[in-house]
């Protein structure tokens, strides 16, 4: 007998599944496909798809999940924004602001607020040509300055409509503002006072100081404000804003009366007076200003801050100060074609003080413009 050929090794079927017969010789491992045409990697492919777990249709609960809940949150998303658009749409609605301000509620003052922030918008700007709106704002103010309420809504009520006043370019709000100058049953009125003569302060620059109605009402409420005082000290800075607006409010207006008091205010003992009493009279290329902007253009000028107890707004208040002195020197340079010599001096030492680069840059801009038409170049 020729000797028999030892077993080939097996592949364990207790070990991985098959439906092969335990003695099917395909199932033999090898690095060589066998007569059956099987070889290892076969085998790694038969295991590995033994592993997968079977495949099922998608529960309601997953589906729920991957669609159903994503699309409630988006489409809450759109809802809150389409909402938020509309309050948007809402509010920049001038007639409906009116409106909302007619009721005489709590949130009145919030209304007339938004809107004299929206006519500061450049797209209201055919609002402010509106006598009918202007007519209702003005009748429904008269009416709150003779009512005169001190709570704190209808007080910011009124402020906020001299705002609104104060944006139109249209004659009927003059005489309500001029009375809201006048108007004062308590302390608590010189807010009200103040912001109409800020309000008549826009008016004049919107419509142009020349082409305002009634003038000698304006400068007469503003005269009497200017003069405004209390020895109380608690009332004292209400009454110096009052004045220090008054001031400005005069350089506006720019006539010989207006300017003859802003000289006598240049020597008010409250800072910001004597500021805008300087500022004014420089944008008429009055010389009276002359003093009172080289004080304004020291940068060390105690005086600046001395009612200031922020250090911010300390900083804040002097870089103001001198940028405002600075536009205000270029303005009377462009109305004489000169500078005297304490201004021009003035200028030069700003252009290399130890200040912000922005107001360092300003003088030093001034500067140039002047030199360059000294020595010959356009003015």
Not at 104 to 129: P, Y
Request: proline share 6%; aromatic share 6%.
């Amino acid at each position: 007998m020729s000797p028999s050929l030892p077993p080939s090794p097996s592949f364990d079927s207790s070990q991985v599944p098959s439906n092969r017969p335990p003695n099917d010789r395909s199932s033999h491992l090898s690095s060589t496909p066998n007569s059956a045409g099987f070889d290892a990697s076969d085998a790694r492919v038969r295991l590995a798809n033994d592993a997968l777990p079977p495949v099922e249709p998608p529960s309601a609960g997953f589906v729920v999940q991957l669609f159903f809940i994503p699309l409630v949150i988006v489409s809450l998303i759109v809802g809150v924004w389409l909402m938020f658009s509309w309050i948007a749409h809402a509010g920049s609605n001038p007639r409906a602001l009116v409106a909302e301000i007619r009721k005489n509620n709590d949130a009145s003052w919030q209304k007339a607020f938004e809107l004299a922030n929206l006519l500061r918008n450049s797209d209201a700007d055919a609002i402010k040509d509106d006598e009918e709106l202007a007519g209702d704002l003005c009748t429904f103010l008269d009416a709150e300055l003779a009512a005169g309420l001190q709570d704190e809504a209808k007080v910011k009520l009124r402020e906020f409509l001299c705002g609104v006043l104060g944006q139109f370019r249209v004659g009927q709000v003059v005489p309500t503002l001029v009375e809201a100058v006048r108007t004062q049953k308590s302390s608590v009125d010189l807010r009200v006072r103040t912001a109409a003569v800020e309000a008549l302060t826009v008016h004049l620059s919107n419509v142009g100081a020349e082409r305002v109605a009634q003038r000698n009402a304006v400068r007469a409420v503003l005269l009497d404000a200017s003069r405004s005082r209390s020895d109380n000290p608690d009332e004292r800075p209400k009454y110096d804003q009052l004045r220090s607006s008054a001031a400005f409010a005069m350089g506006v207006l720019g006539d010989e009366e207006s300017l003859g008091r802003l000289s006598e205010l240049l020597d008010d003992g409250y800072a910001n007076v004597r500021f805008n009493a300087a500022l004014g009279l420089a944008r008429h290329g009055d010389p009276r200003a002359i003093d009172g902007l080289i004080d304004m253009l020291d940068p060390d000028n105690p005086a600046v801050t001395r009612d200031e107890t922020n250090e911010g707004e300390k900083t804040r208040k002097r870089i103001r100060v001198l940028k405002n002195a600075i536009r205000a020197t270029a303005r009377f340079w462009e109305v004489r074609h000169d500078l005297p010599p304490g201004l021009l001096s003035s200028i030069e030492k700003l252009s290399s003080a130890d200040v912000a680069k922005d107001v360092q840059m300003d003088a030093t801009d001034l500067l140039l413009t002047v030199r360059r038409a000294e020595s010959g170049g356009d003015r």
